[in-house]
């Protein structure tokens, strides 16, 4: 009687694991076809905010595209970075841009660079007569801005980080769709990893809207972040605080003409810290700082 009962009993636990895995299997198989992704902001509380460092930010400004150079901006150059490295600047802001054969130069824009950067008629780089209309990495790396000032590379920026160890890295890398972006981080990861890979935490990492965090801490465990909004059409102060209580991003770059005694009310008791961009008046920097800003992004202003 005993195998008569036990037989249809295990009949029935074969048939509902067999079912249990059949309907895992379809599950499965439905969200691969439906190209579903988990991440970390995906689920609520799986990871708290990130302990960002901002000890960097006690220098009052951040100069701007290396610094400027005899009245000249926007060079990124090897000159500018040395020149307002003796000026007393430590953090430098640095223009990247793509080449069209793929690699990541100091660079605000092509036509800026086309307009701005003098090539030799004579200089020839693998056999190759240098022109400007091609923005390749050997034409970026074989021309001089005005005619004076060397261009700059990432294996450039990264042996000046091992020279001047007191110096950080603010990017501003221009693209904010992912595909680019993951592009451009990706090289800063692999350039470092075959000099020194500590040097990216001397990186400070600009991002252009929300969703740009995730990408970019999914390639490396960035230091530090700063949330730039000149191309985010839906800030809001609101949306901004809660993003920064959220992430832990208490960094956050804007216009000066955007800062007001109102934004900083808000931001200040969260503890985010303000910049404002691009400044080259002394009376304005103040009237910035007396608004609510905690570093300016200049060209030709001098540390305190």
Known sequence: MKKKIWLPITIIVLVIIALAVGTGTIILNNIKNRNITTTISDIPGSEPPYNFDYSWANNPYIAHAMGGIMGESYTNSYEAFLLNYQLGHRVFEVDFSLTDDGYNVAAHDVDRWRNNATVPPDSEIQGSTLDTEEF???????????????????????????KYPDVYIVTDTKYCDEANVRKQFSSFVETANAIDPSLLDRFIIQIYNQ????????????KSIIYTLYQDPNWTPEN??????????????????????????????????????????????????TRGADVIYTDFLLPL
Do not use: C
Request: glycine share 2%; charged share 20%.
């Open 211 to 222: 969703e740009m965090l995730d990408w970019v801490m999914d390639i490396y465990a960035w």
């Open 136 to 162: 390749t990495y050997n034409n970026f790396m074989s021309s001089l801005w005005y005619g004076e000032y060397h261009t700059i590379d990432l294996s450039i920026l990264f042996d000046l980080l091992q």
């Open 240 to 289: 901004v605080l809660a993003f920064s209580k959220s992430t832990g991003v208490k960094f956050i770059t804007m216009w000066d003409s955007w800062l007001t005694p109102e934004i900083s009310q808000i931001w200040k008791p969260a503890d985010i810290k303000i910049a404002t961009h691009t400044l080259n008046n002394l009376t304005r920097a103040e009237q910035s700082r």
